[in-house]
């Protein structure tokens, strides 16, 4: 184990001690070989590499990227159905499982640096008891592929929503930033939603519809904005000294509104309300 630490180590080491002029040489030579593939076996996969090999240099380079674009996709992630009863969220799904890679590759090369502090919060305590539950309930299962596969799809979203945090976002303007990245597609997705809402007049009858692929239904739809809408207002507050970005974040808060309205979901309606 001791062994294998020190070779990634080393590894990563090589790989940051790279200057710009290196790196270069390396995407051209790497590229090159894949478009030379390309043209002699007439496969499309080929011209691909080299572009794959880009973005994962970036993310060796600096994993944050990664979690922006996570953050970015997540409100136009799409419910895809696959094969033998399987499914998944694309884009934000592979991502998640890229950082929940990423993440346990972090804490194994730099476990000393790990800050053990938010494992004594009562909240990852739990956590971690549940995902242990999940794990020691999957040996004895009638079908534990099934069970295994549960419990992988919860550590890939513990990971990246929970324990990744603790390492990404440790300030408060790092909070803001966050935000920021998911607000900005969501009230797109929002958008787009009321424009073709407003082509069937509003009705509740086409509410599922027009949510339809980004959003599973329109209650899914409705319980996310009401999730966000404090987080706005929280921003709202917090840029007192901006007006402009106050003006957008009140424009941005009153979208918010009229989604839920438009939903027609009254839990959600009430939440709006009561809060």
């Known amino acids: 184990m001791v062994r294998n630490q020190g070779v990634v180590n080393n590894l990563l080491q090589s790989i940051y001690s790279l200057n710009a002029k290196q790196v270069f040489a390396y995407a051209i030579g790497i590229a090159s070989i894949f478009f030379c593939a390309g043209i002699f076996f007439e496969q499309v996969l080929f011209f691909l590499i080299p572009f794959l090999c880009v973005g994962l240099g970036f993310i060796i380079w600096d994993y944050r990227v990664l979690y ?32 929940t890679g990423i993440g346990i590759l972090l804490f194994i090369t ?45 550590i890939w979203y513990v990971v990246p929503f929970f324990f990744m945090p603790f390492k990404l976002i440790q300030s408060h303007l790092e909070s803001k ?75 941005c808060i009153l979208i918010l509104v009229i989604g839920i309205y438009f939903s027609y979901t009254r839990a959600a309606q009430a939440s709006v309300i009561i809060a």
């Open 177 to 251: 930033k966050a935000i920021y990245l998911l607000l900005i597609p969501l009230m797109a997705a929002v958008l787009w939603v009321l424009i073709r809402h407003a082509g069937y007049n509003f009705s509740f009858r086409t509410s599922n519809t027009v949510v339809y692929p980004i959003f599973r239904n329109h209650v899914s739809y409705a319980a996310i904005l009401v999730m966000f809408l404090p987080f706005v207002y929280a921003l709202r507050q917090l840029d007192i000294q901006n007006k402009t970005r106050k003006l957008l974040l009140s424009l």
């Open 68 to 99: 922006i674009l996570f953050l970015l996709t997540i409100p136009f992630s799409v419910e895809i159905y696959l094969p033998n009863g399987l499914g998944t969220d694309l884009p934000s799904e592979p991502i998640m499982l890229a950082i």
């Open 110 to 154: 730099k476990i000393k640096e790990v800050d053990y502090s938010y494992l004594y919060n009562p909240i990852t305590i739990l956590l971690i008891l549940h995902i242990c539950w999940i794990g020691v309930t999957s040996i004895g299962a009638q079908h534990p592929i099934v069970s295994f596969k549960y419990l992988l799809a919860k």
